[in-house]
């Protein structure tokens, strides 16, 4: 077994809290029954929660099993009145972020930090970085880092603090400056969103100036990354890429990979992480996919006990080279409410076109649009790598139908495939905005 930073760095705490000699699984949930019932106490004293958790105790909870008796936290429930999840007064709050849903209510989530609670996230940017660059390189971060506490300055912070050199470009609007820039600066890793560092990779390997240029390690970070885009740009670059999984409720990390690439260890010390059957709301057995809830620890500011994220995910049933103790959450494969379902339990999701479309040469990205009448119409346009290379839509489309889930509902006449044309447009996203079918 070969411990990482980060692990090593989780296991000193619960040490350090259950005073235990030795890790091991009953020393992991001992400290996070601990934790559950110090995030009861403290989150009872906002409005929201205590009014949900008014007849529930912290002592009554003696195991996970009373613990899943409370009640989920929803995305609806904290659109509504961000302030009454609030356990500080605002003179205490260091960071406020907002979210725009992508409902009909179009009602923004706010997510409140104290200085505390951003400093247990840059302690774990600062260990989870630790799993894919050593002391001393150089990181790019592509994420924006202007404002006071945005994720790039955290990011950079935890790297400082780690004895590396975090230098904030920003998301990525100039495509040929950002490689001019890796090529420059000698930088070593990049962290990112998944389709901007896509264009990287796809468009370095047409200019002389770049085709060689090389990295020892990326960071993909997004709640959905494709293995396609993984893929093509490790072999682009040349180097490992890791993803992260993490949303702002979590107080944006949530898991990393390590250098294994097979699945995210979970922010444990921070986080108490369920997978539920989204229809019964029971917890599902280890190895199933269902919805990711979790549960923060330590938050001063806006504690959340078991809010539903609606991605859906599962628990990997076998331990990591790294640790006998902790779990891996397996890559997340959508989010529920997004997908395109049918009648008989069939679906297509933007993660299944993602795999086809992203391993295609001359596609740098598309949109899929949704058109529903008396037929449903799946509706791409395509944005080229080389606009001078036509695009082979018929090309595009047998590969789709290679798709067993897909060729099933385009014989069945489920669905009807149209290609609309070409995106002349790059689109720079904050992160906020995930992938998804328009139209729906």
Not at 35 to 58: C, D, P, Q, V
Not at 175 to 185: F, G, N, Q, S
Not at 269 to 281: A, R
Not at 373 to 395: A, Q, R
């Amino acid at each position: 077994m070969i411990k990482t930073m980060y692990e090593k760095w989780m296991e000193e705490i619960i040490l350090k809290d259950t005073n235990k000699k030795e890790l091991s699984l009953e020393a992991l949930k001992l400290y996070q029954l601990n934790e559950i019932r110090k995030t009861i106490n403290t989150a009872k004293k906002s409005k929201f929660y205590g009014e949900a958790l008014k007849n529930i105790n912290s002592e009554d909870i003696n195991d996970f099993e009373d613990f899943e008796r409370i009640p989920f936290t929803t995305s609806e429930d904290l659109s509504k009145n961000p302030k009454r999840f609030l356990c500080e007064t605002l003179n205490e709050i260091s960071r406020i972020v907002t979210i725009n849903t992508s409902g009909t209510t179009g009602i923004s989530k706010r997510i409140f930090f104290t200085e505390n609670d951003l400093k247990r996230t840059i302690e774990f940017f600062r260990y989870g970085m630790l799993n894919l660059v050593s002391p001393g390189q150089r990181v790019l971060i592509l994420m924006p880092g202007t404002s006071p506490s945005s994720i790039g300055l955290l990011l950079k912070k935890g790297l400082d603090e780690a004895g590396l050199e975090g230098i904030i470009y920003g998301p990525v609007f100039d495509i040929w400056d950002a490689l001019e820039t890796l090529k420059v600066k000698q930088i070593d890793c990049i962290v990112g969103l998944p389709t901007q560092v896509f264009y990287l990779a796809k468009l370095k390997n047409t200019d002389p100036r770049y085709e060689k240029l090389k990295l020892k390690s990326i960071l993909l970070s997004a709640d959905y990354v494709s293995r396609t885009i993984c893929n093509e740009v490790s072999k682009s670059f040349d180097c490992q890429v890791f993803t992260h999984y993490g949303m702002t409720e979590m107080g944006y990390g949530g898991g990393v990979e390590c250098s294994a690439l097979n699945g995210y260890h979970m922010r444990d010390v921070d986080l108490y992480t369920e997978i539920i059957d989204p229809l019964t709301g029971e917890n599902v057995t280890e190895g199933n996919y269902g919805e990711v809830v979790f549960t923060t620890f330590r938050r001063e500011g806006m504690p959340l006990i078991r809010y539903r994220t609606g991605d859906v995910a599962r628990f990997l049933p076998k331990s990591c080279f790294c640790s006998h103790v902790f779990r891996r959450m397996d890559y997340v494969q959508g989010r529920l409410g997004e997908n395109l379902n049918f009648k008989d339990g069939s679906f297509i999701s933007i993660g299944m076109l993602d795999e086809i479309m992203f391993q295609i040469d001359n596609v740098l990205d598309y949109k899929a649009f949704i058109k529903e009448g008396e037929n449903i119409i799946l509706s791409l346009c395509i944005k080229p790598v080389d606009k001078k290379d036509p695009v082979n839509f018929s090309y595009i489309e047998n590969s789709i139908k290679k798709n067993k889930n897909l060729a099933s509902l385009i014989k069945k006449n489920s669905i009807s495939l149209e290609f609309t044309g070409i995106i002349d447009t790059v689109e720079v996203s904050n992160g906020m905005q995930k992938r998804k079918f328009l139209g729906i």
